[in-house]
T-cell receptor
Framework: AQSVAQPEDQVNVAEGNPLTVKCTYS??????LFWYVQYPNRGLQFLLK??????LVKGSYGFEAEFNKSQTSFHLKKPSALVSDSALYFC?????????????FGKGTMLLVSP | GAVVSQHPSRVICKSGTSVKIECRSL??????MFWYRQFPKKSLMLMAT?????????EQGVEKDKFLINHASLTLSTLTVTSAHPEDSSFYIC????????????FGPGTRLTVL
């Protein structure tokens, strides 16, 4: 079975400061990891994904995520937060090796960036 | 990135009626489409997975006779909520994947269903 944990319901950060949204995962084999962002009353927008290769993945809107196999983590980061980054962020995982498994989502972390 | 549209964005209906929600992949052919349900301040719950031309695979606990899914073409999937009741009120989001299981899933903007 696969699972995703986002330990923080909410993250607060001041505009201009760096932000981190945490995610840890559990899969039987190799993970295929995603971050999505959801604005109010909207669907999910794809930010970035990790399959293989460089552990630091760069995505949309200046976001990046670092894959850490030993810690089974895939934390989302941004060097300088914007007020417009305030939204709900979801981490998701799929097992890479089976090919037919579905995405499992974390419960989401609300990011609030204050001016 | 790829674009997925949903229609309508918002629908209000009376209890006992049926509602159809359309999901379209606008700039790619979606071999696989997914339907999710999201409750307020909650994560997404996968309802079913459908492959073009095949019957949908429903997740445990999802009534297939109540939530009818049709994936008749590579760009269109529909979800019909039959005999809707107030407890069916929710935010429904579709997602589409182009071909390979390795492809990214892209999500539609969602449909807010309110059953009176």
């Amino acid at each position: 079975a696969q699972s995703v944990a986002q330990p923080e319901d909410q993250v607060n950060v001041a505009e201009g400061n760096p932000l981190t949204v945490k995610c840890t995962y559990s899969v039987s084999g190799n993970p295929y990891l995603f971050w999505y962002v959801q604005y109010p009353n909207r669907g999910l927008q794809f930010l970035l994904k990790y399959i293989t290769g460089d552990n630091l993945v760069k995505g949309s809107y200046g976001f990046e995520a670092e894959f850490n196999k030993s810690q089974t983590s895939f934390h989302l980061k941004k060097p300088s937060a914007l007020v417009s980054d305030s939204a709900l962020y979801f981490c998701a995982v799929r097992e890479l090796d089976t090919g037919y498994s579905t995405l499992t989502f974390g419960k989401g972390t609300m990011l609030l960036v204050s001016p | 990135g790829a674009v997925v549209s949903q229609h309508p964005s918002r629908v209000i209906c009376k209890s006992g009626t049926s509602v159809k929600i359309e999901c379209r992949s606008l700039d790619f052919q979606a071999t696989t489409m997914f339907w999710y349900r999201q409750f307020p301040k909650k994560s997404l719950m996968l309802m079913a997975t459908s492959n073009e031309g095949s019957k949908a695979t429903y997740e445990q606990g999802v009534e297939k006779d109540k939530f009818l899914i049709n994936h008749a073409s590579l760009t269109l999937s529909t979800l019909t909520v039959t005999s809707a009741h107030p407890e069916d009120s929710s935010f429904y989001i579709c997602s589409a994947r182009e071909g390979s299981w390795a492809d990214t899933q892209y999500f539609g903007p969602g449909t807010r269903l309110t059953v009176l």
